[in-house]
């Protein structure tokens, strides 16, 4: 088991470009989430999804920001016009979905994003 | 404000001595609490989980769940240099739902 997936592990990016990252769930598991991780913020979730379908994005920027899941085995977090402070890291989590073993939720090692 | 407030924000154990970390959710919807842990540098891992009021215990570790002031409490004995790590407390109102965390607590234990 390769665990919760993410690329790429670091990026940096120029003030306004774009910025995708990518996650790649456990096998098997439903429920895919991202999440933000700042010194000052703490760990924020950002959105979520079951069977591909996106079911919360309550912690989502409302401009710029925008997730996907296009398929079972991968999701996707852009960024458009990179600003400093979405300077981060960005994690990935997935779990079952069923309610099984309490819904543990798996983080995959992150994407530290640097916007200059 | 921060809906899931921990406390202390830092903490430094002798190794061999019993930490003991605190965390209190001010949404009244939270059902379910759970605590990870996360070393420097690498991502959360879930260490224990509780839904139920009263105590639940996994080697070292015990936490306890007052769910009328929704507070839980984690209590490392025997704690260990490996111990030393940033503990973060989480609160959902269901399970298969986003978390929110808490800023942690930071525990170090000297040898």
């Known amino acids: 088991n390769a665990g919760v997936i993410q690329t790429p592990r670091h990026k940096v990016t120029g003030k306004g470009q774009e910025a995708t990252l990518w996650c790649e769930p456990i096998s098997g598991h439903s429920a895919v989430f991202w999440y933000r991780q700042t010194i000052v913020q703490g760990l924020e979730f950002l959105t979520y999804?079951?069977?591909?379908?996106?079911?919360?994005d309550s912690g989502m920027p409302k401009e710029r920001f925008s997730a996907q899941m296009p398929n079972q085995s991968h999701s996707t977090l852009k960024i458009q016009s990179t600003q400093p402070q979405d300077s981060a890291v960005y994690l990935c989590?997935?779990?079952?979905?069923?309610?099984?073993?309490?819904?543990?939720?798996?983080f995959g090692p992150g994407t530290r994003l640097l916007v200059l | 404000q921060q809906k899931v407030q921990q406390s202390p924000e830092s903490l430094i154990v002798p190794e061999g001595g019993m930490a003991s970390l605190n965390c209190t959710s001010s949404d009244r919807n939270v059902d379910y609490f759970w605590w990870y842990r996360q070393h420097s540098g690498k991502s959360p891992k879930m260490l224990m989980?509780?839904?139920?009021?009263g105590e639940k215990e996994e080697g070292r570790f015990t936490v306890h769940l007052n769910k009328a002031s929704l507070h839980t409490s984690l209590h490392i004995r025997d704690s260990q240099p490996s111990d030393s790590a940033l503990y973060l407390c989480a609160a959902s109102p269901n399970y298969a739902q986003g978390l929110t965390f808490g800023l942690g607590t930071r525990v170090s234990v000297f040898p």
């Open positions: 999804f079951r069977n591909q379908a996106p079911i919360d």
């Open positions: 989980s509780i839904f139920s009021n």
């Open positions: 989590a997935s779990s079952l979905g069923t309610g099984v073993n309490q819904d543990t939720q798996y």
